[in-house]
């Protein structure tokens, strides 16, 4: 909870020095892209989070990688980080990041799993659904996940409507067996 409530402030500034650059969008692309980056390789993660390497040489291995390759404005949000010795905040600074991104556009996220892949107009019908009931513009990501066996599973901020058959199944022995 505390690095949610530091990396939201981060966010905030990084999301209004961007605003004030008219490049929100191209400063959360660039930062989500680093921030994969640096999740998915395990060598780069190491170096990066690691607290015995100083902090000058995080800057420098930082400025060669993406100097003139990134904005200023992402550049400088990673050697900050550095500076203060908060790297570990990266993912979630971009969650908030995104999260502000889509505020600003009048948009919530939501995340749809199916145990299948949807066709986009299933998917778009299904998101226009959800918005005439909810009276919200929402901003879908997928997830794939088998063991939902068939059907989808809603979650928007903290509630999840489940409308999957592992859901139903889970349901049914709830009802049958007790609520353990």
């Known amino acids: ?45 190491a170096f990066y989070v690691s607290p ?5 040489s995080k800057e420098r291995a930082l400025m060669a990688a993406f100097g003139g390759k990134t904005g200023e404005i992402a550049l400088h949000t990673l050697l900050l980080l550095v ?21 600003a556009r009048g948009a919530e996220p939501i995340v749809v799993s199916t145990a ?10 299904l998101i226009e659904r959800l918005e005439r009931i909810y009276g919200k513009r929402f901003e879908a ?13 809603i979650a928007m901020g903290d509630r999840v409507i489940d409308g999957s058959i592992a859901g139903r199944l889970e349901e049914l ?3 049958l067996f007790g609520s353990n």
């Open 116 to 125: 299948r892949e949807l066709p986009q107009p299933e998917l778009r019908s």
């Open 141 to 153: 990501s997928v997830k794939l996940d088998p063991a939902l066996i068939g059907g989808v599973r």
């Open 1 to 45: 909870m505390q690095n949610e409530t530091l990396a939201r402030r981060y966010a905030q500034a990084v999301f209004s020095l961007a605003s004030d650059a008219n490049e929100v969008e191209r400063v959360g692309g660039e930062l989500a892209a680093i921030a994969s980056g640096v999740r998915n390789e395990e060598a780069v993660r």
């Open 52 to 56: 015995v390497i100083d902090r000058a």
């Open 83 to 103: 500076r203060k010795r908060r790297e570990s905040l990266l993912d979630a600074l971009v969650a908030e990041y995104r999260k502000l991104e889509l505020a």
């Open 173 to 175: 022995t709830r009802t």
